[in-house]
């Protein structure tokens, strides 16, 4: 099975310029995370889904920061305008309610994002 | 002060050696933790979860200390391929997941 996949790999825009980045949860996995990963401030949470519906959204930065889930395949982290703070990696990860362990989270390559 | 806590490390140990490193958190409320392992430029990957007292697989034991709110992970017979970066999780309610900075391990020859 296919794991946690996300889009762009890497991204490198200028400061001021929108931002989407996408990801694709594990097939059946209700729970979908947006994290953002700096050597300054550790792996924190943004937002995060469950069965398409955002449930906190406490970890957003700022209004410059939404996220989307249109359906259970798919799901968006736009930023605009971009700053260059907003450097990062962002990871996309997924989780199963109805298994033994339904915290497991499942994590994606990330998108490294450079903002010049 | 942070939900999760670790000793960033580096810690260096040669091949073989046993290496443990503690993690602390602060939500008594907690009931779930784990340990990821993270290598450079990659992304986190499940090694453990620990749901009562302790789990063991293989060369890694993951104990918890809910009296003290800290959990542990005890690496025995370090490998090269062991090198990587242990980030401490744990669930502070429904499913969100706070996550410690990491511990970085070296082993080396």
């Known amino acids: 099975d296919a794991g946690v996949i996300q889009s762009p790999r890497h991204e490198v825009t200028e400061m001021g310029q929108e931002v989407t980045l996408r990801c694709k949860p594990i097939?059946?996995?209700?729970?979908l995370f947006w994290y953002r990963q700096t050597m300054m401030r550790g792996l924190e949470l943004l937002i995060y889904f469950n069965n398409n519906v955002p449930i906190d959204d406490s970890g957003m930065p700022e209004d410059r920061f939404s996220a989307k889930m249109p359906n259970a395949s798919f799901s968006t982290l736009k930023i605009q305008p971009s700053e260059p703070r907003d450097s990062a990696v962002y990871f996309c990860?997924?989780?199963?309610?109805?298994?033994?362990?339904?915290?497991?989270?499942?994590f994606g390559p990330g998108t490294r994002l450079t903002v010049l | 002060r942070k939900e999760v806590e670790q000793d960033p490390g580096p810690f260096n140990v040669p091949e073989g050696a046993t290496v443990a490193f503690n993690c602390t958190y602060s939500?008594?409320?907690?009931?779930?933790f784990f340990w990821y392992r993270q290598d450079c430029r990659k992304e986190p990957k499940l090694l453990m979860s620990v749901y009562s007292s302790g789990n063991e697989d293989g060369r890694f034991t993951a104990q918890l200390n809910r009296a003290s709110q800290y959990i542990s992970l005890l690496i025995r017979d370090s490998k090269l391929s062991d090198s990587a970066t242990y980030l401490c999780?744990?669930?502070?309610?429904?499913?969100?997941?706070?996550f410690g900075a990491g511990t970085r391990l070296f082993v080396k020859a």
């Open positions: 939500n008594s409320a907690s009931q779930s």
């Open positions: 990860a997924s989780s199963q309610t109805g298994t033994g362990h339904p915290d497991t989270q499942y």
């Open positions: 999780a744990a669930n502070t309610g429904g499913f969100k997941t706070i």
């Open positions: 097939s059946g996995h209700d729970y």
